[in-house]
């Protein structure tokens, strides 16, 4: 359960950021209590989950992700020509309510080197981690491309992330297949594409993707680690819709689809700092904020679910990219579609992108002529430094 503690210094951030999502009118009251009832729902399911852990079929889940995340590091550092030593770490199941002190990255901490078997250092993987819902920001857009490489040729200069995101039910500790997961985050110096509002229009699609889970509950993407802006830690934004389907285009609807699972990935500031010290991300001007001063990474995290992935270095040096993982436990019956930290920015159509009128409220029915195929509008000229976004 979270400390009094930890809600009573929550509620003083909170106070200072009840405006900072514009067209969101929630009262620090109005989080105070989510921050209480996600963590009632989060002691629930962690229940669920102690109870189906250790089962054969959790156990063997377990062996299948060790085994494919270490052939998929290998793999990626051949194609990337790496010949250095990775800089390997483990991490062990700490006592999350501490989350921001745990070290995900063990490099210096524990006796891992160039010998050590991928494998072994895989095996740290946490059993299952419960994840509550929290607000997806005023910049979800519908209707992406489906797509594992979300990097586009313009505007996605920085460090290069290859994510894995496994989706587990909380109940059967077993993976949930054909799960829709949209991914989206800001650029090196904290700009979005897909929307308006000072980011990079409603036809730009850079850093933002679809895919479905496959059998073992798996999608996996291709990004580069986020900026930062002014008012909130540095962040990847995901959501899952259960019940997508594939179009005769290629495309995966979502509309009226249930919404199982609305999620923010934080980092480790000791890692955020380590990637901006590299261009271009030395070049944003933007105010930061720590992990302790953001108001969604308090909500995020509590003693079932930690909200930062694992990760290991592909190389010896940050700039030969990162692979991450996180194992996420939901309800596959869950619907948050018509809860108030549900929004819809903006969606995408054959003839390019469209603002939602109803931005800040539910999901609600598609729009008329949205069917998620990709649009026909250039990319935004520029740096793709653009303006600050407002608290996302």
């Known amino acids: 359960m979270v400390a009094i503690s930890k809600i009573t210094s929550a509620v003083a951030v909170l106070a200072g950021y009840v405006t900072a999502h514009p067209g969101e009118s929630h009262s ?11 963590d009632n729902a989060a002691q629930l399911g962690a229940r669920s989950l102690s109870s189906c852990s250790s089962s054969a079929a959790s156990n063997a889940l377990k062996a299948r992700s060790i085994k494919r995340r270490a052939e998929q590091v290998k793999s990626l550092r051949r194609k990337r ?113 897909g929307v308006e509002s000072g980011q990079g229009g409603l036809n730009s699609t850079f850093l933002r993707g679809i895919q479905l889970t496959d059998s073992e509950g798996v999608a996996t993407f291709e990004t580069i680690f986020p900026g930062h802006y002014d008012g909130r830690a540095i962040h990847t934004h995901l959501l899952a819709h259960t019940n997508a389907s594939v179009q005769p285009n290629g495309t ?50 509590d003693a079932s679910f930690d909200p930062i992935p694992q990760f290991v270095y592909l190389g010896d040096s940050i700039e030969d990219g990162l692979f991450a993982w996180i194992q996420i436990g939901i309800n596959s019956s869950a619907d948050y579609t018509d809860d108030s930290y549900y929004s819809i ?48």
């Open 252 to 301: 995966i609807s979502v509309w009226d689809a249930p919404v199982a699972h609305i999620g923010q990935l934080f980092y480790p500031d000791d890692l955020r700092a380590e990637v901006e010290a590299t261009y271009p991300y030395n070049t944003n001007t933007q105010a930061l904020t720590t992990n302790d001063e953001d108001m969604w990474s308090i909500l995020q995290a």
């Open 345 to 392: 920015a903006a969606y995408l159509a054959e003839d390019g992108g469209h603002a939602n009128a109803n931005s800040f409220t539910g999901g609600g029915g598609a729009p008329s002529g949205g069917n998620g195929t990709a649009p026909t509008g250039a990319i935004p000229t520029g740096s793709g430094a653009g303006s600050a976004p407002t608290s996302v």
């Open 28 to 38: 620090e009251h109005h989080m105070k209590r989510e921050i209480i009832a996600r």
């Open 81 to 193: 020509g790496i010949q250095a030593a990775p800089r390997k770490n483990k991490r062990t199941l700490e006592d999350l309510q501490a989350w921001e002190a745990i070290n995900h990255n063990r490099t210096g901490s524990v006796s891992y080197d160039m010998f050590t078997p991928l494998e072994e250092v895989f095996s740290a993987n946490t059993s299952c981690i419960l994840a509550p819902y929290i607000t997806d920001g005023p910049y979800y857009v519908v209707g992406e491309n489906m797509r594992s490489n979300v990097k586009e040729a313009e505007f996605c200069d920085g460090i290069d992330m290859f994510l894995e995101v496994q989706y587990i039910d909380v109940n059967t500790c077993e993976p949930i297949p054909s799960v829709a997961i949209d991914i989206w985050n800001c650029n090196a110096t904290g700009v979005y594409s």
